[in-house]
């Protein structure tokens, strides 16, 4: 399965080598701001979610890339956003869990 373009690679085998320790991951924040001082404990299930979310985006990707080749255009459309779906879940889950916004992010429906 190709992930070339779609940047899952590194975060794919992050995921596969936490799993593998069946401890929950401790993650230390970057200490920009004095809120982002805390250590964070990530269970093991939310990992497994996540790595599962990462392995059906890469999976679409490879659909999409496909759909699009055979010129089945909606079909890739479609797989698209279901994609897009799975990595705004897991956007807002990261959120969740203490990360930072990216600079310059702002809610759709705030532009």
């Given amino acids: 399965m190709s992930t070339s ?3 899952f690679d590194l975060v794919v085998e992050l995921a596969q080598k936490c799993l593998a320790t069946p401890v929950a991951l401790v993650v230390t924040p970057h200490k ?3 809120s982002m001082d805390e250590e964070i404990e ?3 299930a ?5 790595a599962e979310s990462l392995f059906h985006m ?3 990707g490879t659909l999409v890339q496909r759909e699009i080749q055979a ?4 079909r890739a459309a479609h797989l698209a956003e279901r994609t897009r779906k799975r990595a705004w879940q897991m956007l807002n889950e990261l959120f969740g869990c203490g990360a ?3 600079k310059g992010y702002c809610e759709a429906d705030t532009k």
């Fill in 5 to 7: 373009g779609f940047g």
């Fill in 32 to 34: 920009k701001a004095a």
């Fill in 42 to 44: 990530i269970s093991k």
């Fill in 46 to 50: 939310k990992l497994t979610a996540w």
């Fill in 58 to 60: 890469n999976h679409h």
């Fill in 71 to 74: 010129g089945n255009y909606d």
């Fill in 100 to 102: 930072e916004k990216p």
